[in-house]
């Protein structure tokens, strides 16, 4: 078990281990934490977090081969202002609105509209698996799980979330070179709910869920490569490869030469941000304690406007060369 108390907010934890057999085990955790330590607010903020994992590893048909399966979840909980704030529907003629303030609950009257409040009612469920199998001098490893964020107070917000992960490490020796390669994939795709009419934001009182919006998806994508030769007297290599990009649908106000009339679209406003980095190493006498290393870095960031008649101001890249000497002195 922990617990931490910080200036405005309260924290524990509590954990158990339990292994059955050789090839079973089950791991159980339990967090919550608080704020609003001092009183200042109406309203307090709840965090819950259960978690629940099992470990099969020895076993029969391969025994190398190590599998977990598990469920987590966060529940967060805000009462909120305990006064909602209402404002009655607009009236054809045009009438003045009236703003009126209501308990919470139950809410707001038929005829008006309940403004956005600090009310908080969320529960993330994910269920997941991860697999590792070794291979000779080889690892691969896959992980899946699943994100099913709901909002009890505004429904429009709750997504699910599918995220897959592909990993793959070697370490290989041959003439006294080794050589370590490794790559690690992992891909996520979200569920949301998108506002039929562009120019509102998802929470907008006037929307009317599921009525008024239909179901869209983001995609996020991040890659990463590593190489890594040790010769067998002075010299080491290691390379890198990152990449990050992402497809999001998010609304646009059009420029002029897209749409006269200056309507919101939604278009992809999504990134790619792809790097590298290569460093070479010397050993003096081929000794681990005098390194001398020289490095050269390139980051490059690129954004999707979206409009392809609106100038992209965003973007940039960046150059780093360096250098280390690493002394190491022992008594």
């Known amino acids: 078990a922990n617990a931490r108390q910080i200036r405005d907010l309260q924290d524990f934890s509590v954990r158990g281990d339990y292994q059955f057999l050789r090839q079973f085990g089950m791991a159980l955790s339990w967090r919550r934490s608080n704020d609003n330590l001092n009183g200042k607010r109406n309203y ?11 470990t099969f590893r020895d076993l029969p048909f391969y025994r190398r081969l190590v599998l977990e399966v598990g469920y987590r979840e966060r529940n967060l909980d805000t009462a909120g202002d305990p006064l909602a704030t209402c404002v009655t529907l607009p009236t054809i003629p045009p009438t003045p609105q009236i703003t009126t303030k209501r308990s919470a609950h139950p809410g707001c009257l038929v005829t008006e509209l309940r403004q956005a409040t600090e009310e908080r009612i969320r529960s993330t469920r994910i269920p ?13 490893s896959f992980d899946y799980e ?3 964020d709901m909002d009890a107070v505004i429904n429009q917000n709750s997504s699910d979330t599918d995220r897959f992960a592909f990993g793959y490490r070697g370490n290989y020796t041959w003439n006294n070179w080794d050589v370590i390669p490794s790559f690690r994939y992992e891909l996520e795709r ?3 709910y998108t506002p039929n009419n562009p120019a509102l ?15 869209a998806h983001d995609t996020s994508r991040s890659f990463n490569a590593q190489l890594q030769i040790e010769a067998p007297r002075y010299f080491r290599f290691e390379g890198i490869y990152r990449e990050f990009n992402s ?28 790097s590298w980095r290569a ?18 870095e390139r980051g490059n960031n690129f954004f999707n406007t979206g409009d392809p008649f609106v100038p992209d101001h965003k973007s940039f890249r960046e150059t780093i060369l360096g250098g280390t000497l690493l002394l190491r002195f022992r008594h």
Do not use: C, M, W
């Open 44 to 54: 307090t903020s709840i965090v819950r977090a259960p978690e629940v994992r099992l």
């Open 279 to 296: 460093a070479l190493t010397y050993k003096f006498r081929n000794d681990e304690n005098r390194l001398l290393t020289a490095y050269y």
């Open 190 to 192: 979200l569920a949301k």
């Open 247 to 274: 497809i999001s649908l998010s609304p646009l106000k059009a420029s002029v030469p897209l749409d006269p009339l200056q309507n919101f679209f939604l278009l992809n406003q999504g990134f790619k941000r792809p």
């Open 201 to 215: 934001a998802p929470s907008d009182p006037s929307l009317i869920y599921a009525i008024d919006f239909f179901a």
């Open 146 to 148: 699943h994100r099913h």
């Open 128 to 140: 997941f698996f991860s697999l590792t199998l070794p291979v000779s001098d080889s690892s691969f």
